[in-house]
T-cell receptor
Framework: DQQVKQNSPSLSVQEGRISILNCDYT??????FLWYKKYPAEGPTFLIS?????DKNEDGRFTVFLNKSAKHLSLHIVPSQPGDSAVYFC????????????FGSGTQLTVLP | GAVVSQHPSWVICKSGTSVKIECRSL??????MFWYRQFPKQSLMLMAT?????????EQGVEKDKFLINHASLTLSTLTVTSAHPEDSSFYIC????????????FGPGTRLTVT
């Protein structure tokens, strides 16, 4: 039973446009969420996180939105750059921190020049 | 800062042998490290939580006798795949949480294990 779901395995956007990556979760105990970026044969790199007490967190080109009632979060990348092309994983924790993460299946983002 | 290394980056071994993978936090201390496994085009699956100075906590379905974890210091955790079989071939990734900073896990680059 997947507790964290990324229903879009892939997404293509034009350079300069907005990329929106979505993530849904089923476990109402999750209270901390993270987004990671991963290149092939490398470990994930942290991008941004959000606590369940917030509904938005912004860091440069990256913004994460959390809708607790819908159990949904999204990552917005504006403007998208070719270097953003990678697999993006969302992850969730029920410990209010980055402990015991449950990962989604990932979305391959391709930014076209 | 917050760099995690893994060694080796890739390894090929014969069926029935054991393989040890090291995970080191290079510029911080970590009481807790995690071991993940990733199959091609799939998510990262948490295998176990490694706690310095105590026994690891394994996720359901992970054989503790097959995947031996040792966390002997605040900067080193090891995963030993014992009596490896081809189905153990995978990408193994470790991560660490710095002491007193728990809002992010820092991941190593991963180890590709191929069992022939």
């Amino acid at each position: 039973d997947q507790q964290v779901k990324q229903n879009s395995p892939s997404l293509s956007v034009q350079e300069g446009r907005i990329s929106i990556l979505n993530c849904d979760y089923t476990n109402s105990m999750f209270d901390y969420f993270l987004w990671y970026k991963k290149y092939p044969a490398e470990g994930p790199t942290f991008l941004i996180s959000i606590s369940s007490i917030k509904d938005k967190n912004e860091d440069g080109r990256f913004t994460v939105f959390l809708n607790k009632s819908a159990k949904h979060l999204s990552l917005h990348i504006v403007p998208s750059q070719p270097g953003d092309s990678a697999v993006y994983f969302c992850a969730a924790s029920a410990y209010g921190s980055a402990r015991q993460l449950t990962f989604g299946s990932g979305t391959q983002l391709t930014v076209l020049p | 800062g917050a760099v995690v290394s893994q060694h080796p980056s890739w390894v090929i071994c014969k069926s029935g042998t054991s393989v040890k993978i090291e995970c080191r936090s290079l510029d911080f201390q970590a009481t807790t490290m995690f071991w993940y496994r990733q199959f091609p085009k799939q998510s990262l699956m948490l295998m176990a939580t490694s706690n310095e100075g105590s026994k690891a906590t394994y996720e359901q379905g992970v054989e503790k006798d097959k995947f031996l974890i040792n966390h002997a210091s605040l900067t080193l955790s090891t995963l030993t795949v014992t009596s490896a079989h081809p189905e153990d071939s995978s990408f193994y990734i470790c991560s660490a949480i710095p002491i007193s900073i728990d809002y992010e896990q820092y991941f190593g680059p991963g180890t590709r294990l191929t069992v022939t």
